[in-house]
């Protein structure tokens, strides 16, 4: 029994770890916490939505294709808002991201209408294992995100541009000095971000349904994430995250279900209190 | 000439206006029209209800004209759109009776807007109908300026829980709700009803809109055996959760309200999940004489249980208007609502029936297209018929009309 909340509970992680490794790298690295994340995810999850509705392409596809839109949508969003704003405060970059993320709502809802969708794909039956329900889409997701948080910490740890990508957000003025080109570094991590958060919305849209707001459901468990795995590590995203899934999915044996935002709340304060650098953060 | 100042031309000249003008201003008081406001939801969460809604407001209004007017004087309807939204909703009220100087309006949809052009109707001194079921809608001190003909929580949860104990194969419900003002009440009133008819209720829900999953949620429902689900919800999250139950294998029955499972419902979910859901809502009275003549003057409206109850907003508030005697305010409708909607009285079906017996100085109480339109002290209708429906092969099927 509490063995099918603690899985369901790593499902819902394997969802929020993709946004959270995006939101904790760029934070680190643009030093200013990105909520237009949030949207990203309701631009992957509408770009998947075109492509398997209007096009009629498999789900497969579909996300392939929203990655690849998203991740140019965080880009121009970057080009455009960010990059002009790149020697203004923290808080100035943060309150643009929150306006670009009411733009890209606001565009979206403009196009699609409000309403609700889903994808052309079955519902399926879960499978019996042990006395765990598990289902085929989440076993999916899980895969995927699992894959595809590997290929990122592969990137960031073993390549030369990964490495510098780590370099920059470190010590941005000692990385240029070593000849790292920053604004290329920036605009490829902007790119991997988006397509990360935009194939998480393609899994949110699956699992739920996609309208609009569908981003902004999640974000407060996204930044909740990023902090309990301290900010700038993916690692410690990915772990933050399964945290994060899990206590919420248990929590609701312990507490009425309609408090489940509150718990990530709980947890930016708690971490904040106790431990603030996060879990995988150096003690100062 | 050169003697004629500038001022004895203008006086000249506001004297021939004055001269003018005064006959058309007598002529006015006989034939002033009279304005009403629609607020109807032609976007948003109503928008696939509104447009009808107005509608039939159109149609009512069209033929008091025709058929002479409020004692000769013509209504003239002014159109907002409430765009189910509180904040929006209440700047449309603003303007209809600020810049409109309507006498009346009707028909808003969602609770959260009606409660929100409330207070903005009732310091208007505005009479206002609507066809929304919170129980706050018409609780408090309105001064009467507030009515609706959408039964209250009270009275559909009654109605959901006694459908609930004829299924008799039925003997664990469980309740999920999404988190809304009317969640806790319906909740409390459906579940008494069940316990005291002998049924056991094995999980009581309320959960919140738009997380990641609700996975957890159905687990803990379905770990308590229940054999029908209640499931008081909109369509997105409706959507959601039905689907969650079927991907971990319920097998039971569902319930909710026909508001949210639709039409919109059956594509978001998919026509397989969605197979045998349960729905209740309250319907129109399909063989009233007033629903006849309603659904002959709105095509397409059938399938439409709050277009009926615009059409005898419209009728109410013209019957309530010639009991006043052509005087026209929010506070003659008021004070003749009852007076033309509830027995004692000849019953009449449409206002042309009711005008006539009216002006004749009889008694009148009419019945209409939604219901029987008899309403107590508070501005709630004292009963309505439900209808009960089921999702077979994708579509929307009327299983049973229940008379409370």
């Given at each position: 029994m509490?063995?099918?909340?603690l899985?369901n509970?790593?499902v819902t ?15 680190k690295?643009?030093r200013?916490?990105?909520f ?9 999850a509408f770009?998947?939505?075109t492509?398997n509705?209007g ?5 497969a596809?579909a996300?392939?294709?929203a ?5 140019l ?5 970057d080009?455009?808002t ?7 405060r923290?808080f ?7 306006g ?5 709502e606001n565009?979206i ?9 889903a994808?052309d ?5 879960a499978?019996?294992w ?7 889409e989440?076993?999916?997701?899980l ?29 941005p ?16 991590a902007t790119?991997g ?8 919305g393609?899994?949110?849209?699956l699992?739920t349904?996609i309208?609009?707001?569908l981003?902004?459901g999640?974000?407060i468990s ?13 690692p410690g ?14 929590g609701t044996?312990v ?7 509150a718990?990530g ?5 708690v971490v ?13 | 000439m050169?003697d004629v ?9 506001a ?8 006959p ?6 006989s034939?002033?029209?009279i304005h ?8 948003g969460a109503?928008?696939?209800?509104g447009p ?5 407001i ?11 007017g409020?004692?000769?004087r013509?209504?003239?309807?002014f ?10 909703a ?5 303007k209809?009776i600020d ?8 028909s ?6 009606t409660l929100?052009?409330k ?6 001194k505005?009479?206002?109908?609507s ?10 001190n ?7 003909t ?8 009654q109605?959901?829980?006694k459908w609930v ?10 309740y999920?709700?999404l988190?809304?003002?009317y969640?806790a009440p319906?909740?409390e009133m459906?579940?008494?009803?069940l ?16 997380k990641?999953?609700?996975r957890s949620?159905?687990t ?9 689900i209640m499931?008081s919800?909109?369509?997105?999250d ?13 097998k039971g029955?569902v319930?909710g309200?026909?508001?949210?499972v639709n039409?919109?419902?059956?594509e978001?979910?998919g ?6 859901i349960?729905?209740?809502d ?7 004489p007033?629903?006849?003549q309603?659904?002959a003057?709105v095509?397409?409206?059938?399938k ?9 907003h419209?009728?109410?508030?013209g019957?309530?208007l010639?009991?006043g005697?052509?005087?026209a ?5 008021k004070d003749?609502?009852?007076t033309?909607?509830?027995p004692?009285g ?5 206002w042309?029936?009711g005008a006539?017996?009216?002006r004749?100085g009889?008694k009148?109480n009419y019945?209409?297209?939604?219901g029987?339109?008899?309403?107590d ?9 439900f209808?009960a ?5 994708g579509k929307?099927?009327?299983?049973s009309?229940?008379?409370?």
């Amino acid at each position: 029994m509490s063995a099918q909340y603690l899985f369901n509970g790593i499902v819902t992680g394997g969802i929020l770890a993709l946004p959270a490794v995006a939101f904790s790298l760029l934070w680190k690295l643009l030093r200013f916490p990105n909520f237009a994340v949030s949207a990203y995810l309701t631009v992957g999850a509408f770009a998947a939505l075109t492509a398997n509705r209007g096009l009629g392409w498999p789900l497969a596809s579909a996300w392939l294709g929203a990655l690849a839109v998203t991740a140019l949508v965080a880009w121009l969003v970057d080009r455009v808002t960010f990059r002009p704003m790149r020697a203004r405060r923290p808080f100035s970059l943060a309150i643009a991201s929150i306006g670009v993320t009411f733009v890209l709502e606001n565009v979206i809802r403009f196009v699609w209408g409000n309403d609700f969708r889903a994808y052309d794909v079955p519902v399926t039956r879960a499978m019996t294992w042990a006395g765990l329900r598990i289902g085929r889409e989440q076993l999916d997701i899980l895969g995927v995100a699992v894959a595809l948080m590997l290929l990122a910490q592969i990137f960031l740890t073993r390549t030369r541009l990964g490495i510098a990508m780590r370099a920059t957000a470190d010590n941005p003025p000692l990385a240029t000095v070593k000849g790292v080109p920053t604004e290329r570094v920036i605009g490829l991590a902007t790119l991997g971000g988006g397509a990360l958060a935009g194939g998480a919305g393609v899994f949110l849209g699956l699992d739920t349904s996609i309208d609009p707001l569908l981003g902004a459901g999640l974000i407060i468990s996204v930044f909740a994430a990023a902090i309990l795995g301290g900010i700038g590590s993916a690692p410690g995203a990915l772990a933050g995250a399964l945290i994060v899934g899990i206590v919420e999915e248990v929590g609701t044996l312990v507490i009425p279900p309609t408090y489940k935002s509150a718990i990530g709340f709980f947890i930016i304060l708690v971490v904040l209190l106790v431990r603030p650098t996060g879990l995988a953060g150096a003690r100062t | 000439m050169s003697d004629v100042t500038r001022r004895q031309v203008l006086a000249t000249a506001a004297t021939g206006a004055l001269a003018l003008g005064r006959p058309a201003v007598l002529r006015a008081q006989s034939k002033e029209p009279i304005h009403i406001g629609t607020l109807c939801p032609l976007t948003g969460a109503g928008g696939s209800y509104g447009p009808d809604m107005q509608k039939a407001i159109v149609a009512v209004a069209e033929r008091i004209n025709k058929a002479g007017g409020i004692y000769g004087r013509p209504l003239v309807l002014f159109h907002e759109d409430d765009q189910t939204n509180p904040e929006a909703a209440v700047r449309a009220a603003r303007k209809l009776i600020d810049v409109n100087k309507v006498v009346s309006m009707c028909s808003t949809w969602a609770s959260a807007v009606t409660l929100a052009v409330k207070p903005v109707a009732v310091e208007g001194k505005v009479f206002y109908l609507s066809v929304s079921g919170a129980d706050a809608v018409t609780e408090g001190n309105h001064g009467g300026y507030v009515a609706r003909t959408q039964p209250n929580t009270r009275l559909q949860a009654q109605v959901y829980a006694k459908w609930v104990l004829t299924r008799k194969e039925v003997k664990r419900v469980a309740y999920m709700a999404l988190q809304t003002p009317y969640a806790a009440p319906f909740g409390e009133m459906f579940s008494g009803v069940l316990k005291t008819g002998g049924l056991t209720i094995s999980d009581t829900l309320i959960y919140e809109d738009k997380k990641p999953s609700y996975r957890s949620e159905v687990t803990r429902v379905l770990a308590t055996n229940p054999d029908l689900i209640m499931l008081s919800c909109y369509t997105p999250d409706g959507t959601v959760m039905a689907k969650e139950l079927y991907r971990a294998g319920y097998k039971g029955a569902v319930l909710g309200p026909a508001f949210a499972v639709n039409a919109k419902f059956v594509e978001g979910a998919g026509a397989e999940v969605a197979e045998g859901i349960w729905a209740i809502d309250p319907a129109p009275s399909f063989d009233a004489p007033a629903y006849k003549q309603f659904a002959a003057a709105v095509p397409q409206a059938d399938k439409n249980p709050y277009a009926a109850q615009s059409w005898d907003h419209m009728t109410l508030i013209g019957l309530a208007l010639v009991a006043g005697k052509g005087e026209a305010s929010g506070t003659v409708i008021k004070d003749n609502l009852r007076t033309v909607s509830n027995p004692p009285g000849t019953v009449v079906t449409s206002w042309e029936e009711g005008a006539k017996l009216l002006r004749e100085g009889k008694k009148i109480n009419y019945e209409g297209a939604s219901g029987s339109c008899d309403f107590d002290a508070q501005g709630d209708i004292l009963s309505r018929p439900f209808g009960a429906y089921q999702v077979r092969k994708g579509k929307i099927e009327q299983v049973s009309i229940i008379n409370p």
